[in-house]
């Protein structure tokens, strides 16, 4: 059974920065797409980045410049690193992975608190 396990939430004052994680167990051939989304209290889940196999990216408007995604096809292994966190970036994380024969995988979460 493949999971994706997300690790490097918590608490950070504005303008401070985070790196989440997300690493695959179980056996899989690989991902042509993995990512992050994030979902507010009372909102509905969004796309923050993602990084296809061959490396291409793509962001929300409201991170842009702020987030970068990176991954490790080798591993099925995918990053991000937050900088400058804004109050409103406060959600719960959620890796996504796009499994080469189509199937989707989500991760459990992290909660990120952006908060003085």
């Known amino acids: 059974q493949v999971q994706l396990m997300e690790s490097g939430g918590g608490l950070v004052q504005p303008g401070g920065s985070l790196r989440l994680s997300c690493a695959t167990s179980?056996?899989?051939?690989?991902?042509?797409?993995m990512g992050w989304y994030r979902q507010a209290r009372e909102k509905q889940r969004e796309l923050v980045a993602r990084?296809?196999?061959?490396?291409?990216?793509t962001y929300a408007d409201s991170v842009k410049g702020r987030f970068t995604i990176s991954n490790d096809n080798a591993k099925s292994t995918v990053w991000r690193q937050m900088n400058s966190l804004k109050p409103e970036d406060t959600a719960v994380y959620y890796c996504?992975?796009?499994?080469?024969?189509?199937?989707?995988?989500w991760g459990q979460g992290t909660q990120v608190t952006v908060s003085s």
């Open positions: 179980g056996s899989i051939i690989g991902f042509n797409v």
């Open positions: 990084i296809t196999r061959g490396g291409s990216t």
């Open positions: 996504y992975g796009l499994g080469v024969t189509g199937s989707d995988y």
